[in-house]
């Protein structure tokens, strides 16, 4: 069977940037490690004056350039779309599944695909809190349910999504959470100096001050550790508060910024740490809470949006509702306070880790999808020809 993704590929695979290249470049290897698919990737990179074809772990890459008017507009009708729909069509797939945003408005093309739902730009641009957010997440919220309803076949990463798309799509509904690294399932947990982790954009949406109030807090209140901060700003207005914040409560010591960090070093720092924090306003499936988990570490996550679906309360780690920094600064103490407890929820996450996100069974599942649509989509073409 050939099968075309449609995926963000990092230029550098064993170096992904953020959370749909982590989970591509995971399932591309081990579906390419099948022997009955013959996996393609496809991918679009600004600034790239041709196509460009590699080789990757089993799969082969092509990267296309794209292009340069605003995604809204070129997933609707831009040139990129163009480009892309005629690659695609080129290559003869026997089934395309699509990852990235474009994906949502190639629910019209006349051959089998599954579109697997990541997020929700509508959402993260209100959390974001960024420019023109009101109008900007009005018109994602548009594309969005316009592309869902195309849609035949749907890939649902948490129960989180499945709830959320339901009404906006008549496809049927595939459940499959993302996969993870093999390598963090081998980290060694051995944890020092009680590091609280946080891991992602420094921005309103991943609610990084809010990390930081709640740290202060924990502090001041009797708790020793550090507080171990891992990305970067989206904007420089952001990171100053950041920084303000950390002086303000006289923290400079015991709070480390390492901006953007590798694979390899996020490993190296979650085998180090006591507990991962994540106390976001909108996610669905967070990279980091599943490479916590599978790193064997516990986990201090938001009771909202998909999260809860990830976290299971006081045995895996608890659940805080993020804008209460007297709630999230007591579940950090417990944790900072408590290494053994912190040990055995951490354990208790990679039991449920190694079950829900190992790259076998979550491309094991994936396959079965892939022939379920081949088969669906040939029925309905047969029937299509004799009615």
Known sequence: MKVVLFTRYPPTPQNPRGGVESVAVVLVRALAAMNDLDVHVVTLEQGRA?????????????????????????VLC????????????????????????????????????????????????????????????????????????????????????????????????????????????????????QRVLCVGWLNERKNTLGAIESFALAVSCGASGTLVIAGQAKESSYQQKVLHTIARHGLTDRVELLGHIDHVRLMEEL??????????????????????????????ASNCCGMPYMVTENQTGFLIDPEDVGQISDRLTRFLKDPATARQMGLAGRRMAEQRFAPRQVSEQTRLVYRDVVSAHARFNHEYVNS
């Open 50 to 74: 041709a196509v460009v074809v590699e080789t990757h772990d089993g799969a082969t890459v092509h990267r296309l350039s794209d292009s340069r008017w605003p995604q809204i507009c070129d």
């Open 78 to 193: 831009g040139p990129g779309r163009h480009r892309l729909i005629e690659y695609i069509l080129a290559l003869q797939p026997d089934i395309l599944h699509s990852h990235e945003t474009h994906g949502l408005m190639l629910g019209d093309l006349p051959i089998p695909q599954v579109f697997t739902v990541h997020g929700f730009d509508a959402e993260n641009l209100s959390a974001d809190a960024a420019r023109f957010a009101g109008l900007r997440s009005r018109l994602w919220g548009m594309v969005e349910r316009r592309g869902l309803a195309r849609q035949r076949h749907i890939i649902s990463i948490t129960p989180y999504v499945r709830r959320r798309i339901e009404p906006m799509t008549h496809a049927t509904i595939h459940d499959i959470e993302n996969p993870v690294d093999e390598r963090f399932f081998a980290v060694i947990p051995a944890p020092r100096d």
């Open 271 to 300: 085998g180090k740490s006591t507990v991962l924090l994540l106390p976001s306003r909108q996610e669905n499936s967070p990279m980091a809470i599943a490479e916590a988990m599978a790193a064997g570490l516990p986990v201090i």
